[in-house]
C-alpha cells in the first residue's frame, strides 16, 4: 500500500510539472521552449521557420546531438555554433548562407552536415576538423575551390558537391581513404590531381558535366568503380580511345 502511495505521488509530480512546461524534454520545435531546458534537448527541429538569423543563446544547447536548420533564410551562422560540441547532424539545406564561421570546425563528434542549396562561395580551414564527419552535402553552391585542409576528413564516406562551380579539386582529396561515394557532376572541373587514384574504396564516382579532357595515370588504381560517369565532358575521340585501352579493367559511360 505505501509503495502504492509512494508511486502515484511520483507520477502526480510529473504530470503537474508537464501541465506547468516544466519538464525537460529531448525535442523541442523552437529555441524558445527548448530555453526552458536547454541541456536536456538533443534535437533541435528549426526547420521551415523563416529564420534570417540565429541568436547566440544557441549555444546554450550544449548536449543536443541534431540540429535541423533547413528551410530558412538564414545567410551566416553565430559563432555561438561552435559550442555544441556533441552534435552529430547538422542540417543547414535551403538557406542562403555565403560563409561559415571558422568556429564550425569545433563540432568535433559531427558526422553528418548537409550545406546544399545555398551561396557558398568558399569553406574554412577549419573544416578540415571534422575528423568523425561521414557524409557532407555541398551540392547547389557557388564553390570554386576547397580547402587543401579538406583531406584531414579521414572518416568521410560520402561527399556530394554536385552542380557548383568547382574549377579544381586539391591534391589533399587523395587521403579520403575511406571515401566511397563521390559526386562532383556539372562543375567547371578541367583537370583531376594524380592523387585522386588513391581513392582506391569508391564505387561511386560522377564527374558527368564538366571540363575534363584527361584522366591522370593514376586513375587505374580505382578498380571498384563501376561505371566511371564521364558524359557531357569534352573528351576528343582519340582520348576516349586512349583510356579505355589504358584503363581496360574500368567501365567508362562517355
Do not use: W
Not at 551562422?77 to 538557406?95: C, F, M
Not at 542562403?96 to 568556429?103: A, D, G, Q, R
Amino acid at each position: 500500500m505505501i509503495k502504492s502511495i509512494k508511486t502515484l505521488m511520483v507520477l502526480c509530480c510529473i504530470t503537474i510539472n508537464y501541465i506547468q512546461g516544466q519538464a525537460p524534454t529531448e525535442y523541442a520545435a523552437s529555441i524558445e521552449v527548448g530555453l526552458e531546458h536547454p541541456e536536456a534537448v538533443k534535437r533541435l527541429n528549426l526547420s521551415a521557420k523563416q529564420l534570417t538569423e540565429l541568436p547566440e543563446s544557441i549555444g546554450r544547447f550544449i548536449n543536443v546531438e541534431h540540429l535541423d536548420l533547413t528551410a530558412n533564410q538564414l545567410t551566416t551562422l553565430p559563432a555561438a555554433i561552435g559550442k555544441l560540441k556533441k552534435l552529430k547532424r547538422l542540417d543547414i539545406g535551403q538557406n542562403k548562407l555565403t560563409t561559415l564561421p571558422n568556429e564550425i570546425g569545433n563540432l568535433e563528434h559531427l558526422e553528418r552536415i548537409d550545406l546544399s542549396y545555398n551561396q557558398l562561395t568558399q569553406l574554412p580551414e577549419s573544416i578540415g576538423n571534422l575528423k568523425k564527419l561521414t557524409r557532407i552535402d555541398l551540392g547547389h553552391n557557388q564553390l570554386e575551390s576547397l580547402p587543401e585542409s579538406f583531406g584531414n576528413l579521414s572518416s568521410l564516406k560520402r561527399l556530394d558537391i554536385y552542380k557548383s562551380k568547382l574549377t579544381s579539386l586539391p591534391q589533399s582529396i587523395g587521403k579520403l581513404a575511406a571515401l566511397t561515394e563521390l559526386y562532383l557532376g556539372y562543375n567547371n572541373i578541367t583537370a583531376l590531381p594524380e592523387s585522386f587514384g588513391n581513392l582506391v574504396n569508391l564505387s561511386e564516382l560522377f564527374l558527368n558535366g564538366n571540363q575534363l579532357t584527361k584522366l591522370p595515370s593514376s586513375f587505374g588504381k580505382l578498380i571498384n568503380l563501376n561505371p566511371v560517369q564521364l558524359t557531357g565532358n569534352p573528351f576528343e575521340e582519340k582520348e576516349k580511345e586512349n583510356i579505355k585501352v589504358s584503363f581496360s579493367k574500368l567501365n567508362f559511360k562517355f
